[in-house]
T-cell receptor, first 117, second 110 residues
Framework: KAGVTQTPRYLIKTRGQQVTLSCSPISGHRSVSWYQQTPGQGLQFLFEYFSETQRNKGNFPGRFSGRQFSNSRSEMNVSTLELGDSALYLC????????????????FGEGSRLTVL | TQLLEQSPQFLSIQEGENLTVYCNSSSVFSSLQWYRQEPGEGPVLLVTVVTGGEVKKLKRLTFQFGDARKDSSLHITAAQPGDTGLYLCAGAGRDDKIIFGKGTRLHILP
């Protein structure tokens, strides 16, 4: 079956602009979580959505937001981009919310690499 | 704040050698997972350890969960170039937020 699909794979923006990233989970998976990966900070949890509701949120400013649609596809938006937002943004899907806690597996996409100039 | 500290940060060894990487915390985790990430790809789950003292083997990879469930190790026997990648440990924090270590970047020289 198809894996997690993230678009776009690469994008370049300038400071102050906004960006929207898309994630299509594995068919049947209802939970989507987002992560920011940078060389300095590693993988950091942004938020998790389940059945169109934000279930959990990491410690990121309000410029980072997301949503989930009825077909489980998810988008994340970053407004007023800063240089420090340059990173690989990874999306992961799982069968149920909190799957991780039940020894479930996160299935990651290949990521969207954002460069802010 | 719950943290997962991974060591070493970087490791470069010859093919055929053995190695161990570590994932440590001052907090107790109900379970820990290990992922491997290759360049240009997302992390892929290797194993989940749940019980304190548990040892799991995946071919040449041996994973151990500490008795107190605060630490874990990954041992690779006879490393091969295909083992090259970023190894990440992850755990579910008290508030259900998923926490990742910063990873060990492993390079196996042929």
């Amino acid at each position: 079956k198809a894996g997690v699909t993230q678009t776009p794979r690469y994008l370049i923006k300038t400071r102050g602009q906004q960006v929207t990233l898309s994630c299509s989970p594995i068919s049947g998976h209802r939970s989507v979580s987002w992560y920011q990966q940078t060389p300095g900070q590693g993988l950091q949890f942004l938020f998790e959505y389940f059945s169109e509701t934000q279930r959990n949120k990491g410690n990121f400013p309000g410029r980072f937001s997301g949503r989930q649609f009825s077909n489980s596809r998810s988008e994340m938006n970053v407004s007023t981009l800063e240089l420090g937002d340059s990173a690989l943004y990874l999306c992961a899907s799982s069968l149920e919310s909190g799957s991780f806690l039940n020894t479930g597996e996160l299935f990651f996409g290949e990521g969207s690499r954002l460069t802010v100039l | 704040t719950q943290l997962l500290e991974q060591s070493p940060q970087f490791l470069s060894i010859q093919e055929g050698e053995n190695l161990t990487v570590y994932c440590n915390s001052s907090s107790v985790f109900s379970s820990l997972q290990w992922y491997r990430q290759e360049p240009g790809e997302g992390p892929v789950l290797l194993v989940t350890v749940v019980t304190g003292g548990e040892v799991k083997k995946l071919k040449r990879l041996t994973f151990q969960f500490g008795d107190a469930r605060k630490d874990s190790s990954l041992h690779i026997t006879a490393a091969q170039p295909g083992d090259t990648g970023l190894y990440l440990c992850a755990g579910a924090g008290r508030d259900d937020k998923i926490i990742f270590g910063k990873g060990t970047r492993l390079h196996i020289l042929p």
